[in-house]
């Protein structure tokens, strides 16, 4: 599902496709277009977040959500968000302007960021968004996919579950994300309860 501009997004839709462009071409040969789907969807969870965060700065929320993993390490070997950069220096953004939104894309990342929250509301916002993508019906979707592509089997699938998927309820930041958080929670747990059922393993 494309993302939107507009009523629910960012405002200036011209920088909106130049975003969708931008990241599209870049996960093209490196992500089988896996990164591009997650990205809209963590764009998309952004965007309504951020509409319940008062004074919150729509504009670097969508630009961070579209652009936070176009330096993913597990996917590129750049150094100091320089994809991100280029593509906010190429549209005129100021130096400042590009720190302030690459600090909320390097406040996202789990691994990275044991233990700390995010010191802006619009970096809360990202990292909500990202989680929620993880957990539910679309994070029990990747995780498999993620096993396959990886070579790990069904057990170690599940164990991810435990490491990571399950947690992430607890550390949402907003409100809005915690609710839908919890419903997504629960739909894991049931899913893994009937998985044992079927393993017999419970
Ligand atoms: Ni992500």
Request: charged share 30%; net charge negative; hydrophobic share 40%.
């Amino acid at each position: 599902m494309a993302p939107m501009a507009g009523e629910d997004g960012m405002d200036n839709k011209l920088l909106f496709d130049k975003a969708v462009s931008y990241i599209t071409a870049l996960f093209k040969d490196n992500s089988g277009g896996h990164g591009t789907d997650h990205t809209f969807r963590v764009y998309r969870n952004a965007m309504y977040i951020a509409e319940n965060e008062h004074g919150c700065d729509k504009e670097a929320v969508g630009l961070a959500a579209l652009l936070h993993d176009a330096d993913d390490y597990k996917l590129f070997k750049t150094v100091d968000n320089s994809h991100a950069r280029a593509f906010l220096r190429e549209n005129g953004f100021s130096p400042v302007r590009i720190d302030e939104i690459c600090k909320i894309i390097n406040s996202v990342s789990f691994s990275q960021n044991i233990g700390r929250t995010p010191d802006s509301i619009e970096g809360k916002v990202v990292q909500d968004a990202d989680r929620l993508d993880a957990i539910g019906a679309v994070g029990i979707a990747r995780t498999f996919a993620y096993g396959g592509e990886n070579g790990r089997t069904m057990g170690e699938s599940i164990t991810h579950f435990y490491d990571k998927l399950l947690l992430l309820r607890d550390l949402m930041n907003t409100e809005t994300a915690k609710r839908i958080a919890i419903i997504r929670h629960e739909f894991m747990e049931l899913y893994l309860k009937e998985l044992f059922t079927e393993l017999k393993i419970d």
